[in-house]
């Protein structure tokens, strides 16, 4: 956009390039009866392809500047709500109980990416999230055991989630260009653990990690370690393994059975 003033405290990074964009909408698939949420729709340059999808789109955009370029898109279904994403109460913004599935979509800030996925987590029932994310970040979301990346964020998202990449993103497809490559991931639900207790389960996992260079009886000393170990030995570990060294379906036993 030419004579745009990008603010860098907004990490306003606009995505320019039409094929990621393309990619991006591609792998968004709504009925009628669903909602897409678009978060930071900037220029509206993925917004446009969203409304071809037939159902209704919200998009929260924290720019005002940016108002008479998206209210300039034509859609019956679209609609723009000028506030900060991470203030808002999403259920003033969605009903749940219209809408049969919700998908969440966007192109998240580097410094608030994990706020954003918390948040959406938390005070809705998605159905699906699609983001852009530093790929530094898109590598911690997708891990898996026993790698550098591995660690609670991966837990958390692949207890919650199926977590696939869509697309790589280089850097020289945004304007202005940022310092770092990003990938756009998808979250999309799944169905495969239950924890009985999930707030006990998510401190374990926390607490587990806690120092990741050392072992589980260092970071779970104030648990009952012979309990622990006993559930260890069903996978062949003890309490000298790594938290990293812990499948989410581990997890969630052990969580389960101590």
Do not use: W
């Amino acid at each position: 956009m030419k004579n745009f003033d990008y603010k860098k405290s907004l990490g306003q990074n606009f995505l320019m390039d039409k094929n990621i964009i393309h990619k991006i909408s591609d792998s968004i698939n709504p009925n009628e009866e669903d909602l897409i949420v678009e978060i930071g729709p900037g220029a509206g340059a993925l917004t446009k392809e969203l409304v071809k999808k037939n159902c209704d789109v919200i998009c929260f955009e924290i720019d005002t500047r940016l108002k008479e370029i998206l209210e300039g898109i034509e859609s019956k279904r679209l609609k723009i709500v000028f506030n900060d994403f991470l203030k808002v109460n999403l259920k003033e913004y969605i009903d749940e109980k219209k809408y049969k599935n919700i998908y969440f979509v966007g192109n998240l800030p580097y410094y608030i990416t994990t706020a954003i996925i918390n948040k959406i987590i938390d005070e809705s029932n998605p159905y699906e999230i699609t983001v852009m994310v530093q790929k530094e970040v898109g590598d911690r979301f997708m891990s898996k055991p026993n790698s550098r990346d591995y660690g609670s964020l991966s837990v958390f998202l692949q207890y919650n989630f199926d977590v696939t990449k869509v697309v790589n993103v280089n850097k020289r497809c945004f304007e202005p260009v940022p310092k770092v490559d990003s990938v756009v991931v998808k979250l999309s639900k799944n169905k495969k653990f239950k924890a009985n207790n999930e707030e006990k389960f998510y401190k374990l996992v926390k607490d587990s990690f806690t120092q990741k260079r050392k072992n589980l009886r260092n970071n779970l000393r104030n648990y009952n370690l012979e309990k622990i170990e006993e559930e260890l030995k069903k996978y062949n570990k003890d309490l000298t393994a790594r938290a990293e060294s812990l499948t989410v379906e581990e997890f969630v036993n052990i969580s389960n059975n101590i």
